[in-house]
């Protein structure tokens, strides 16, 4: 193993690993058909909305579905984004901003085929 990696002390055997890494590579796979399948039963739910066909909001067989709109994001000159980067670094040095930090996650990408 090279050395730059930091590896924690095995609980399980090798073996154990393997099997792991594997039903996770395996679900993933999976996951990605699954996610192109639903995303184009999603992009026909929102033509039927846009129809008049459907609510936003209803229910079917006990499941609710609720339709939002997209985030609306904002985009800054460079100039812009330089100055609100510099009152974020100011105000987080003087303690009136705080920063968070989010969930870890693990991103796992398929090999190239």
């Not at 995303?39 to 459907?54: F, N």
């Not at 974020?88 to 796992?108: C, M, P, V, Y």
Request: hydrophobic residues 40%; charged residues 25%.
């Amino acid at each position: 193993m090279p050395s730059s990696i930091a590896v924690a002390q095995p609980q399980h055997s090798s073996s154990d690993l393997d099997h792991l890494l594997a039903l996770v590579a395996s679900l993933k796979a999976q996951q990605k058909v699954i996610q192109a399948e639903l995303d184009q039963a999603l992009d026909q739910l929102t033509d039927a909305l846009e129809r008049g066909d459907i609510d936003p909001s209803f229910s079917h067989d006990d499941w609710r579905f609720s339709y939002s709109k997209g985030r609306t994001t904002v985009t800054y000159s460079d100039k812009a984004k330089a100055a609100i980067k510099t009152i974020q670094e100011a105000d987080l040095a003087s303690g009136r901003a705080i920063q968070k930090e989010g969930a870890g996650f693990w991103t796992i990408k398929a090999p190239s085929l």
